[in-house]
């Protein structure tokens, strides 16, 4: 790189950082704050999604426990609710556009498919139809393959997915049922890759002709926490599933070949609880419940590694506080976060600025430092510089050499790192008061550090 460039960026990066410092105080220097919104703290959030009308104006939308809130954020500086349709009260919904509706579904409990009517934005949005054909209730997951109007939904819990069509978007007619098992799904040229839960699989079916679905492959993850999400690369070479599991990796796929699908690489963030994974060019955007939104570079398949991140759950919490939805395929690079209890985030990624940053910040050596504070009580953060980008394992003992906790296991790009620990084993239980003993693994570096945890 240029000194020309190298000096541009890290002027840029000083510009951003001098007038709002705060904009990544939670995040890394490439995925700065843009705007934030929480007008519905007392009900609580779930999933999000977004819609560019025709006008070029850009929405998110988002679940709330109670409805869906539709936010404008066109401007960022003057990012606002817009609408809000009521719904049941349940912690799950899903939200996905066709044309120029919101199809919004719900789960636990639920009164159909709602449609809404997205045309009259920004000056109202109105719930024009209810989907309720064959017995449709409820459903966690729905994907949508716009080029072929159709729509797929998970079914009631454990059920089948349903094939609907979008023929006409107010009227959907449901053609076939397919599978063994939902929980969610995501569908692009006509191909349907399905999360399939407790089965500990993906199924890959084809719905050229959706009266008559066609297993294409079943890949099996190997010791499978819960199935829970799968999204496709861009060019359907590879794909990359989730397991919202405590200790189960992000796992990333060649599947060109459906007789001989491989495992390529795997990655997790600090608090080790992944949520949904979305695929954007080169780049896999993954909430990571108490880990906020993390961006993984897929450029290379053999070796994914974080290169940014934004955390709307700094603090201590429930496993499954935090981030639970991510959308990036704003043209404008906006990217959408839903947080459980805070609401919307509008982050930017720019990959550019990683590139250099990595480029600037290297470590000179791989070191460990010392958590602090220490002693600590409940939480305390540790640190560890990495010169090169490693296969990194950072694990918890106690004195009797048991291994209590792992922090990191996965691939991450060169930097200094910081990683949080709340005082607590792989299942999520409080430890009790004493000394413990800290080790990393990065390439062939490797060293511990004691720390005291004092209640």
């Not at 404008?72 to 509706?101: C, G, L, Q």
């Not at 199924?203 to 993850?221: C, E």
């Not at 394992?393 to 291994?403: D, P, R």
Request: charged letters at 15%; one cysteine or more; a negative charge.
């Amino acid at each position: 790189m240029s000194h020309l460039r190298l000096r541009y960026v890290l002027i840029s990066i000083c510009i951003i950082c001098t007038s709002n410092p705060a904009l990544f105080a939670q995040g890394s220097a490439n995925v700065p704050l843009l705007a934030h919104v929480n007008d519905h703290a007392s009900a609580n959030y779930n999933d999000c999604w977004g819609y560019t009308a025709p006008d070029g104006r850009e929405y998110a939308l988002l679940g709330v426990f109670n409805g869906t809130a539709i936010i404008d954020i066109t401007d960022v500086n003057t990012a606002a609710e817009v609408a809000f349709i009521p719904s049941v009260n349940t912690p799950w919904k899903d939200i996905k556009t066709f044309s120029h509706y919101a199809y919004v579904v719900t789960d636990g409990q639920g009164q159909g498919m709602q449609i809404l009517d997205l045309s009259t934005l920004p000056d109202s949005v109105k719930l024009v139809a209810t989907y309720t054909g064959n017995n449709f209730t409820l459903s966690h997951d729905i994907s949508v393959d716009e080029p072929n109007a159709m729509l797929y939904a998970a079914g009631e819990r454990t059920e089948l997915v349903r094939a609907i069509s979008l023929a006409d978007p107010l009227k959907p007619v449901q053609v076939s049922t397919f599978g063994i098992e939902c929980h969610d799904m995501l569908v692009r040229n006509n191909i349907v890759y399905v999360a399939e839960g407790t089965q500990g699989s993906v199924g890959i079916f084809d719905l050229s002709n959706p009266t008559t679905p066609n297993l294409l492959a079943r890949v099996s993850i190997p010791a499978p926490g819960y199935v829970h999400n799968v999204w496709p690369s861009e060019d359907g070479n590879y794909m990359m599933t989730t397991e919202e599991t405590v200790g189960k990796t992000v796992k990333y796929w060649d599947i060109r070949d459906l007789n001989n699908v491989q495992l390529l690489s795997e990655y997790l963030a600090p608090d080790q609880l992944a949520h949904n994974a979305h695929i954007k060019g080169n780049f896999a955007y993954i909430s990571h419940y108490k880990d906020g939104l993390r961006v993984v570079d897929l450029s290379d398949p053999d070796s994914i590694a974080e290169v940014g991140f934004y955390d709307t759950f700094p603090g201590s919490g429930d496993i499954f506080d935090g981030a639970w939805g991510a959308f990036p395929f704003f043209n404008s690079n906006k990217v959408l976060i839903s947080d459980i209890s805070t609401g919307l985030y509008v982050v930017q990624f720019d990959p550019v600025v990683s590139s250099v940053a990595d480029q600037v910040n290297v470590p000179e050596q791989f070191s460990l430092g010392q958590n602090y504070p220490n002693p600590f009580n409940p939480e305390t953060t540790i640190s560890y510089d990495l010169k090169a980008a490693s296969q990194v394992v950072l694990q918890i003992y106690n004195l009797q050499g048991q291994e209590v906790r792992t922090l990191v296991n996965g691939r991450q790009a060169a930097g200094v790192k910081t990683v949080r620990w709340d005082g607590k084993n792989n299942a999520g239980r409080a430890l009790p008061s004493g000394l413990y003993i800290y080790r990393i693994a990065a390439g062939n570096f490797s060293a511990t550090r004691k720390m005291v945890l004092q209640k």
